[in-house]
């Protein structure tokens, strides 16, 4: 059974600051995915990382996917307070015959404050 | 653009009645999955369908049904409601099951009360 967990679950970052936020899965996959949520909204794509390596970035957010440690991360850099939100990592499940049917992560709740 | 539309946007219920959930995909996508997100939990797979068959099933209880119809849109029947069902129950398409994006309804909120 995939199993995503991510670190830290909540996040307190003063503006103007770094931080990362890290992903690991517990099966082979070939394919990540980073959301965005708002309080009682949808979930936002952020990303998706499709192979070892893999490096995209989007304004202040940066993803990278290690397929080889099943570890990805989303850096924040220089963090300002539209950022607060709940960012959840999701992995596509390797036996699914979609690549939709992704298992979640536990979120990281993060607020930024001014 | 278009994007996924769900409704109804918000639904309160009492517990052991029914529930119709509807989901739109996007024009032209022919895959629809179903998520359920209980308060502070990350979204949950409960089903999937492709060109109007079910493809994928996740933890979706009995007391649910879910189809796709030939206009690719969805619905999620909820029976029986428990107090336990009240979560936000997204709906997201996609342009076939390989398809690198997928989109996300804004979500229907049930309360069973």
């Known amino acids: 059974e995939l199993k995503v967990e991510q670190n830290p679950l909540f996040l307190s970052m003063q503006e103007g600051k770094n931080y990362t936020i890290y992903c690991n899965y517990s099966?082979?996959?070939?394919?990540l995915y980073w959301y965005r949520q708002d309080p009682g909204k949808s979930l936002e794509s952020l990303f998706v990382?499709?192979?070892?390596?893999a490096v995209k970035q989007e304004g202040r957010l940066m993803a990278s996917l290690d397929t080889k440690a099943r570890l990805s991360t989303l850096h924040i850099t220089a963090a300002v307070h539209d950022l607060s939100a709940t960012y959840f990592c999701a992995v596509a499940n390797p036996n699914s015959g979609g690549y939709q049917k992704v298992t979640f992560g536990t979120g990281t709740k993060l607020q930024v404050i001014p | 653009a278009a994007g996924v539309i769900q409704s109804p946007r918000h639904l309160i219920k009492e517990k052991r009645e029914t529930a119709t959930l509807k989901c739109y995909p996007i024009?032209?996508?022919?895959?629809v999955y179903w998520y359920q997100q209980g308060p502070g939990q990350d979204p949950q797979f409960l089903i999937s369908f492709y060109e109007k068959m079910q493809s994928d099933k996740g933890s979706i209880p009995d007391r649910f049904s879910a189809q796709q119809f030939s206009d690719y849109h969805s619905e999620l029947n909820m029976s029986s409601l428990e107090l336990g069902d009240s979560a936000l129950y997204f709906c997201?398409?996609?342009?076939?099951?390989?398809?690198?994006?997928?989109?996300f309804g804004s979500g229907t909120q049930l309360s069973v009360l």
């Open positions: 997201a398409s996609s342009l076939g099951p390989a398809d690198e994006k997928l989109f």
């Open positions: 024009p032209r996508h022919d895959t």
């Open positions: 099966t082979t996959s070939d394919r």
């Open positions: 990382l499709l192979s070892n390596g």
